[in-house]
């Protein structure tokens, strides 16, 4: 049953019901051995730095901010400062220096808690800049604080200023006065465009999504649920919450990169994510068969075939699966897909929801026949993540991002306009009233600046408006959709469409350089660098036909026409990704122009 005590005292709540069973599993910064923490010990520490931040004199709703990967650390923080009413703010590990200044400065924080050294060293250089911080509070007691620094604490010693709980009269006294209006997060969006702005998130909002998400994702105490997206992320922290609402015992992957070892070691039931991780093990699934015997191949897709359709046009469309194919799909089950979910570490999945772009229809449809229930759904910050997904045990269609959740209401504008309303909605951007009055219409709706529309009961998202492209013939090109038809080759690591005022369709390519290489091997091509390697003719023409293929479905006007390899990934470094991995177009143009235009030339 979901708890729904105020965040305030949520986890001393459920530590009275579940006491010292273990509610987390995560590893030390820079360790391989995981440990786990029970309920009594996580309330515990919440307690202590509840007291421990009324001792550094925090005020109800005072801005602290949290800049660090995911860790243990980074949940009792925040837990610790609902516990006093003070509003906690999200930086994503990777921001830079620049963006970590202004939101600083934006939100007026004094208290400044850092993960490891890259935090902490961006945080010291912006120190003198930002004339409200007071104190950088140090999770990774490895970290080398500059000796030149007496504003900086290891979080061990912050803890000890409320080790023995000495202010625990005044916390309790916060937690009778925490109400659903209180400010809970500010979350900055990453920006695909111009300066980040502060999401304004209550208590009252996410109590609205976690009763409105329970009714349709039934995580439960029996679940193990792995953190793969930051804490950063909306998507992540209200999932995040919600499996604790319901007692599920979390893994904290504190390193994206490590996620699939980790998924292997710890066995989750359930993990939210992003399309692209589950376009990477389509692509290495792929890969697998590829390179099996024609026997090993014929067999997986014949096992793929009868899971697609036991779990695709029977059970996704609420209907009985025949008993042949319900006991074929048994033995093929046991026999060949659940060694494919063995080699991701789901020995036993429930569910995963996956939003934050667009789904390939032909990845969805693979891991669904695999055995493995990805619920797809759409939301956003200002929405406090989910808007709609797939409801377990109702019908759901390949394509949709699934039917609203209870208390949303959804109104179609202008261009076919996504506009939002409900109890799970932002009031509003951060100290941004001229932004706020643009957000809203007269009726109070949100603008979500994406289109798409409803069809019996599901919604479908078409584009967000303002990345479509009109091509100079007039004819309007959505970029992310066949980005993400193109993604799905396992030669192909990132991809940006250019279209806007062209005369056709081109696009950037970044290939999966170990597989090319591979290739270029096979086929006797030499090369001695990537630059190399991207500027081969026959590298290009294989990467073209093999692009072509996969948009053959799409109308004339919307296929690739020509394309260009790049011997280096789109990065945050260079400004041309955002901290959740979205591309900024106008960078990426702008830093790749020539090679743009040359593609254009006659």
Same mark, same amino acid.
């Given at each position: 049953?979901?708890?729904?005590?105020?965040?305030?005292?949520?986890?001393?709540?459920?530590?009275? $019901?579940?006491?010292?069973?273990?509610?987390?599993?995560?590893?030390?910064?820079?360790?391989?051995?995981?440990?786990?923490?029970?309920?009594?010990?996580?309330?515990?520490?919440?307690? %202590?730095?509840?007291?421990?931040?009324?001792?550094?004199?925090?005020?109800?709703?005072?801005?602290?901010?949290?800049?660090?990967?995911?860790?243990?650390?980074?949940?009792?923080?925040?837990?610790?400062?609902?516990?006093?009413?003070?509003?906690?703010?999200?930086?994503?590990?990777?921001?830079?220096?620049?963006?970590?200044?202004?939101?600083?400065?934006?939100?007026?924080?004094?208290?400044?808690?850092?993960?490891? %050294?890259?935090?902490?060293?961006?945080?010291?250089?912006?120190?003198?800049?930002?004339?409200?911080?007071?104190?950088?509070?140090?999770?990774?007691?490895?970290?080398?604080?500059?000796?030149?620094?007496?504003?900086?604490?290891?979080?061990?010693?912050?803890?000890?200023?409320?080790?023995?709980?000495?202010?625990?009269?005044?916390?309790?006294?916060?937690?009778?006065?925490?109400?659903?209006?209180?400010?809970?997060?500010?979350?900055?969006?990453?920006?695909?465009?111009?300066?980040?702005?502060?999401?304004?998130?209550?208590?009252?909002?996410?109590?609205?999504?976690?009763?409105?998400?329970?009714?349709?994702?039934?995580?439960?105490?029996?679940?193990?649920?792995?953190?793969?997206?930051?804490?950063?992320?909306?998507?992540?922290?209200?999932?995040?919450?919600?499996?604790?609402?319901?007692?599920?015992?979390?893994?904290?992957?504190?390193?994206?990169?490590?996620?699939?070892?980790?998924?292997?070691?710890?066995?989750?039931?359930?993990?939210?994510?992003?399309?692209?991780?589950?376009?990477?093990?389509?692509?290495?699934?792929?890969?697998?068969?590829?390179?099996?015997?024609?026997?090993?191949?014929?067999?997986?897709?014949?096992?793929?075939?009868?899971?697609?359709? @036991?779990?695709?046009?029977?059970? #996704?469309?609420?209907?009985?699966?025949?008993?042949?194919?319900?006991?074929?799909?048994?033995?093929?089950?046991?026999?060949?897909?659940?060694?494919?979910?063995?080699?991701?570490?789901?020995?036993?999945?429930?569910?995963?929801?996956?939003?934050?772009?667009?789904?390939?229809?032909?990845?969805?449809?693979?891991?669904?026949?695999?055995?493995? =229930? =990805?619920?797809?759904?759409?939301?956003?910050?200002?929405?406090?993540?989910?808007?709609?997904?797939?409801?377990?045990?109702?019908?759901?269609?390949?394509?949709?991002?699934?039917?609203?959740?209870?208390?949303?209401?959804?109104?179609?504008?202008?261009?076919?306009?996504?506009?939002?309303?409900?109890?799970?909605?932002?009031?509003?951007?951060?100290?941004?009233?001229?932004?706020?009055?643009?957000?809203?219409?007269?009726?109070?709706?949100?603008?979500?600046?994406?289109?798409?529309?409803?069809?019996?009961?599901?919604?479908?998202?078409?584009?967000?408006? $303002?990345?479509?492209? $009109?091509?100079?013939?007039?004819?309007?090109?959505?970029?992310?959709?066949?980005?993400?038809?193109?993604?799905?080759?396992?030669?192909?690591?990132?991809?940006?469409?250019?279209?806007?005022?062209?005369?056709?369709?081109?696009?950037?390519?970044?290939?999966?350089?170990?597989?090319?290489?591979?290739?270029?091997?096979?086929?006797?091509?030499?090369?001695?660098?990537?630059?190399?390697?991207?500027?081969?003719? $026959?590298? %290009? #023409? =294989?990467? =073209?036909?093999?692009?072509?293929?996969?948009?053959?479905?799409?109308?004339?006007?919307?296929?690739?026409?020509?394309?260009?390899?790049?011997?280096?990934?789109?990065?945050?470094?260079?400004?041309?990704?955002?901290?959740?991995?979205?591309?900024?177009?106008?960078?990426?143009?702008?830093? @790749?122009?020539?090679?743009?235009?040359?593609?254009?030339?006659?």
């Amino acid at each position: 049953m979901q708890n729904r005590s105020h965040f305030s005292v949520l986890i001393h709540e459920q530590a009275k $019901k579940y006491g010292s069973r273990p509610v987390v599993t995560f590893r030390n910064f820079g360790s391989l051995k995981w440990k786990t923490v029970s309920w009594n010990q996580f309330s515990l520490r919440v307690k %202590q730095v509840s007291n421990a931040m009324l001792n550094l004199g925090i005020k109800p709703q005072e801005n602290i901010a949290v800049f660090a990967q995911n860790c243990i650390q980074y949940l009792y923080t925040d837990f610790g400062a609902y516990g006093v009413r003070a509003c906690s703010i999200p930086f994503y590990a990777t921001s830079s220096e620049q963006q970590i200044q202004f939101m600083v400065n934006d939100a007026q924080v004094r208290f400044l808690f850092v993960g490891e %050294q890259e935090q902490y060293d961006k945080a010291h250089r912006i120190f003198p800049l930002c004339p409200s911080l007071e104190r950088i509070i140090v999770f990774d007691d490895s970290v080398r604080i500059s000796t030149h620094d007496p504003n900086a604490l290891f979080f061990d010693d912050f803890l000890k200023l409320g080790e023995d709980l000495p202010r625990q009269t005044e916390v309790e006294k916060r937690w009778a006065e925490a109400n659903e209006t209180d400010l809970c997060n500010i979350l900055y969006t990453s920006g695909t465009t111009g300066d980040s702005k502060g999401v304004m998130l209550t208590y009252g909002q996410y109590n609205a999504a976690l009763i409105a998400n329970d009714e349709c994702v039934p995580v439960g105490e029996k679940d193990r649920v792995i953190n793969f997206l930051p804490f950063t992320h909306i998507f992540e922290r209200a999932w995040t919450y919600l499996s604790l609402s319901k007692g599920a015992q979390l893994i904290i992957n504190t390193y994206p990169h490590e996620i699939q070892d980790s998924m292997r070691e710890t066995h989750p039931t359930c993990m939210s994510s992003v399309p692209r991780f589950w376009e990477k093990v389509y692509q290495a699934v792929k890969d697998k068969i590829d390179r099996s015997s024609s026997m090993q191949q014929k067999i997986f897709k014949h096992a793929l075939n009868v899971g697609r359709k @036991y779990n695709i046009e029977y059970l #996704a469309n609420g209907k009985r699966p025949p008993l042949v194919l319900a006991l074929e799909y048994k033995v093929m089950n046991a026999s060949i897909l659940s060694l494919v979910r063995k080699q991701l570490g789901l020995d036993n999945p429930h569910f995963f929801p996956t939003a934050g772009a667009y789904v390939s229809s032909e990845v969805e449809e693979f891991v669904h026949s695999i055995g493995i =229930m =990805m619920v797809v759904g759409y939301g956003l910050t200002e929405s406090l993540a989910t808007v709609s997904c797939d409801h377990l045990g109702e019908r759901y269609t390949i394509g949709s991002v699934g039917r609203p959740i209870n208390g949303i209401q959804i109104k179609i504008g202008d261009n076919d306009e996504i506009l939002l309303k409900g109890p799970t909605i932002t009031k509003g951007y951060y100290k941004r009233d001229s932004l706020n009055a643009e957000a809203f219409d007269k009726d109070g709706f949100f603008h979500t600046g994406d289109s798409g529309y409803l069809k019996d009961g599901e919604l479908y998202l078409k584009e967000r408006i $303002k990345d479509l492209f $009109k091509t100079s013939n007039g004819k309007y090109i959505a970029p992310q959709m066949v980005e993400s038809m193109v993604l799905v080759d396992k030669f192909v690591d990132q991809v940006a469409v250019v279209a806007d005022q062209r005369k056709f369709v081109s696009a950037l390519v970044v290939p999966e350089f170990r597989l090319v290489e591979e290739w270029a091997r096979d086929n006797g091509i030499a090369f001695e660098s990537r630059e190399d390697l991207c500027a081969n003719e $026959k590298v %290009q #023409a =294989m990467m =073209m036909e093999r692009v072509s293929m996969l948009l053959q479905g799409l109308a004339h006007y919307e296929q690739i026409k020509r394309i260009s390899l790049l011997a280096h990934h789109f990065s945050m470094e260079s400004g041309e990704l955002t901290n959740t991995l979205k591309m900024r177009r106008p960078v990426i143009y702008k830093n @790749y122009k020539e090679i743009i235009d040359k593609m254009y030339e006659e």
